[in-house]
């Protein structure tokens, strides 16, 4: 036990050493000082000529022309009323943006869910009231004539009418946690379907309607709490305390999934007759301008079926109007890109093996193919009835590129944006403007002010400080390369190398990856790295290492045939390209082969355990953060898209990291939150156990009450410490 202690002791003293190299020190990295500026909450306004923005505590509108302030649409020091507010997290603003919900006191939930305190601000008479008394709120939301708002609160839905004096109504009286939900999502599909709010009104404020979640048969998770600090929780000061929640692993029973109506004058509540499989899902459901019709989204099990129905809130009958039916499996583009018209949608889908973009009206006929090509639309930014236009980016320059583009009526397409890189836009409602935002691998995001032919009309940030700060550091820039696998697969990737770089040494290497499905992590991007510009890429190569990332087989951009080729081996493929690429390095004159390590958080960590595993023993060290070490311990939305389930494909399963544990080789170091709701901490404590039944030697840090994202305090500082330190310590001579 003493050698022990000893041995810890100075493990720790070594990590929390402060460490500098080539001019970086790693705290002014984990703690922003390289960070980007952003021009961030830009909404576009009703009259396409502005937007809204929070600025120096203030909601300000500002012209897409000129990027000048126009007025000053709230400011808490002038609105009247009884309550005050001294600052405030977020806004939203009703249709005829008369009036504006402001939020206040937000804490968050899980990864888009949060309570927030709101008050109603009338932008005539610039008063301020609550918007409830009862209790914080979740995910408000205005009716299509500004006249009402509903909300969340513990899982029932409420209604208050702005008419009526602020009158307040409960809508539902069945919620209950870790039961019954109404109106938002369980944690499974709030996580893998990407959204919070479940309800909407109909186009004439008559009805409400939402998705109701019963997770009374949902399989419980719990996981323990402890006093820790930053934040303390005092509460469990003597005893340790738990967090329980409904979590479906794969395989297990979901929550029951069914759409609900609520007729606002009657107060009578109907369910939808939805043909949706008993163990089916509801990703959206949206509004359109007819009050007799609302979109319902829906998905199979297997997630390889998307439905639209237009369903009637009043008489609960649902007609299908489009069935999308891809091979594999759906991602999740479709239902976050849909985009309402007056007389139809535009729909996202990959039927052609590249995502694509297709407009609908509401008999389900396809009016139109809006995209096609050999190319990946990597998101949708709108369509123009008058004109026929949409806009979109897209990735035709290449899979690490994304532009700006206008497709006409006919289907030509043109490139707005100006440069080669990252482009991302922001469009005024009438589509006469877009703020882009560009950047590269080397160049911080630069947003700018451009008109319908993508002239730049002003620039409203360069980032110019942060490049010169990044320019005096003498940094080399990151290469971009490719390279054929033994089973003759292309592969896409970057190396970023030490600034005095030196072509007759040997250097050891760094992998970073994540290797999930659709994900990419090669790109022409500020974004690039793991802290964004390859920062921390370039802080461990002022160290001497060589550090390179490469996107593998299931990875995005290059189409669905690369992408799934992963599907029912989850691991297996990437795992193999991930040791193809260190093979590849290692033939390279530069390059010490023994002296490679790999390492990546999240599915990243679950890759660096199973390339660590493959067989081939080609890495020397690695560190796995939060890792994935059986996907049976994952939830079912993610995993059952590419595994299906455990019954159906045990051996799918069968192939992960603990299975293959006494095949482990290198110096291993695996990192994870004790408070982890997404990948949970019982899958390093599985895969550790795996480790020592096997007689292999590792280390494992675990930081006390801390989420997936493992932070606060000082806690992001140590983790990356300690990262650098197990490189520093198993890649020297």
Not at 3 to 25: C, D, E, R, S
């Amino acid at each position: 036990m003493k050698k022990i202690l000893l041995l810890a002791t100075a493990f720790m003293m070594a990590v929390l050493t402060p460490t500098m190299a080539g001019g970086f020190v790693l705290e002014d990295l984990v703690r922003g000082q390289y960070s980007a500026r952003n021009v961030s909450g830009v909404r576009p306004l009703n009259d396409g000529e502005r937007y809204s923005q929070i600025v120096d505590g203030k909601i300000v509108a500002r012209s897409f022309h000129t990027g000048e302030q126009t007025d000053v649409l709230f400011d808490p020091a002038t609105a009247r009323g009884d309550v005050r507010i001294n600052s405030f997290s977020g806004y939203i603003m009703s249709p005829d943006e008369q009036t504006i919900l402001i939020e206040t006191d937000r804490k968050n939930i899980y990864r888009h869910s949060y309570t927030a305190v709101y008050y109603i601000y009338n932008v005539r008479n610039q008063t301020l009231v609550p918007l409830s008394d009862g209790g914080p709120q979740e995910q408000p939301a205005f009716s299509q004539d500004g006249t009402m708002i509903a909300f969340v609160r513990q899982n029932n839905l409420f209604l208050v009418k702005l008419l009526f004096n602020n009158a307040e109504s409960q809508v539902t009286k069945d919620g209950e946690f870790n039961k019954i939900i109404n109106g938002k999502p369980d944690w499974v599909n709030e996580e893998e379907f990407s959204f919070a709010r479940a309800f909407t009104f109909n186009a004439d404020g008559t009805m409400l309607v939402w998705i109701r979640y019963d997770e009374t048969a949902v399989p419980e998770f719990s996981f323990p709490l402890y006093r820790g600090t930053h934040p303390s929780r005092d509460e469990f000061a003597a005893y340790p305390g738990a967090y329980t929640y409904k979590y479906p692993m794969a395989g297990e029973t979901n929550a029951t999934v069914s759409v609900q109506s609520f007729d606002i004058k009657s107060h009578r509540i109907q369910q939808m007759k939805l043909p949706l499989d008993a163990d089916g899902y509801v990703p959206r459901i949206f509004a359109t301008d007819n009050p007799e019709r609302i979109l319902v989204l829906t998905q199979n099990r297997h997630q390889d079926r998307l439905d639209i129905y237009a369903a009637n809130p009043r008489s609960t009958e649902c007609k299908l109007l489009v069935r999308d039916q891809v091979e594999k499996y759906i991602t999740e583009d479709p239902y976050k890109n849909l985009q309402v018209l007056a007389d139809g949608f535009v729909l996202m889908s990959e039927r052609s093996g590249f995502n694509h973009l297709y407009l609908y009206d509401f008999n389900g006929s396809l009016k139109r193919t809006l995209t096609n090509g050999d190319y990946v639309v990597k998101a949708f930014y709108g369509y123009n009835p008058q004109t026929g236009e949409c806009f979109f980016a897209g990735n035709q320059e290449g899979p690490q590129y994304q532009a700006v583009y206008r497709a006409d009526a006919k289907g030509a397409v043109t490139k707005l944006s100006q440069q080669q890189g990252t482009n991302s836009a922001t469009f005024s409602k009438n589509f006469k403007y877009f703020m882009n935002v560009y950047s590269n691998i080397t160049t911080p995001p630069v947003t700018t002010l451009n008109d319908a032919k993508g002239k730049v009309l002003k620039t409203l940030e360069d980032n110019a400080a942060l490049k010169s700060k990044v320019a005096g550091l003498g940094l080399k820039a990151p290469e971009f390369f490719t390279f054929k696998t033994s089973e003759g697969v292309e592969l896409n990737g970057y190396m970023v190398k030490p600034a005095n770089f030196d072509e007759s040494k040997r250097y050891p290497v760094v992998m970073y990856q994540y290797s999930g499905p659709g994900s990419q992590q090669v790109l022409d991007s500020w974004s690039a790295g793991n802290m964004g510009g390859c920062l921390y890429e370039h802080y461990l190569a002022q160290q001497g290492f060589v550090c390179v990332c490469v996107d593998g087989r299931g990875t995005g951009g290059r189409g669905a045939a690369f992408e799934k080729q992963t599907y029912m081996n989850l691991g297996l493929l990437e795992a193999k390209d991930q040791v193809e690429t260190a093979l590849y390095l290692g033939t390279l004159p530069y390059i010490d082969k023994d002296r490679i390590a790999i390492w990546g958080w999240s599915y990243g960590g679950f890759m660096t355990l199973m390339a660590m595993t493959e067989g081939r023993g080609v890495f020397a060290a690695g560190v796995a953060v939060a890792p994935v070490t059986n996907y049976r311990f994952y939830d079912s939305i993610y995993t059952e898209r590419y595994m299906r389930t455990p019954k159906e494909n045990g051996t799918g399963y069968d192939c992960n990291p603990m299975s293959r544990a006494a095949q482990l080789h290198g110096a291993l170091l695996i990192c994870h939150g004790s408070a982890d709701d997404n990948v949970h901490f019982r899958n390093t404590a599985e895969m550790t156990e795996a480790l020592v039944q096997a007689d292999k030697p590792f280390h494992q840090l675990v930081y006390t009450n801390r989420n997936h994202s493992i932070y606060g305090g000082n806690t992001r500082l140590h983790l990356y410490r300690s990262i650098t330190q197990w490189f520093q310590d198993h890649l020297s001579r």
